[in-house]
């Protein structure tokens, strides 16, 4: 999916035009894990109802297990009957800095892995891409590099 550069971006940009790029490492915007959860719902694409996209439902089922395993929880964000797909999206929205960048490394790194699927918009290479631009958008010093966040 491409990046639409909307009026107010272009208006930053002239703003910025000329003075040094500037990483911060601490926070991540609330509008750039909203673009992530974008990136998800066209590269991973939504569980419906009961499974009827289940290599979505097994993508999702499988970051908030391996996650929640990881970080010695029951199960990520959000309710333990909400589906998967919420609890992650959920748990990217509220975590720590820290903890929302192990979410999307992983997940990034899931969507790598995994087969192309007919139901998805977006492919891995271009959903890395478009999350590395993010990260700069945003002046967060962070990008997906080799299956990993650096």
């Known amino acids: 999916m491409g990046i639409f550069e909307t009026y107010s ?38 569980t419906i109802g009961q499974g009827l996209l289940t ?10 297990d391996t996650l ?28 720590s800095t820290n903890e929302a960048l192990d979410i999307i490394e992983f997940s990034f790194l899931c969507m790598q892995e995994m087969a192309t699927r007919s139901h998805t918009t977006q492919y891995a290479n271009d959903a890395i891409e478009e999350l590395n631009h993010r990260f700069k958008e945003h002046g967060v010093g962070y990008q997906f590099v080799g299956g990993q966040i650096v």
């Open 68 to 95: 929640s395993r990881e970080v010695g929880i029951f199960y990520l964000g959000g309710r333990s009957k909400d589906s998967s797909e919420e609890r992650c999206k959920s748990f990217l929205r509220n975590a």
């Open 9 to 46: 971006k272009c208006l930053k940009k002239r703003e910025r035009a000329g003075q040094p790029d500037v990483y911060q490492y601490e926070e991540l915007p609330e509008a750039l894990r909203i673009q992530i959860i974008y990136i998800w719902n066209s590269a991973i694409g939504p």
């Open 55 to 64: 290599d979505s439902r097994e993508v999702w089922e499988f970051i908030d």
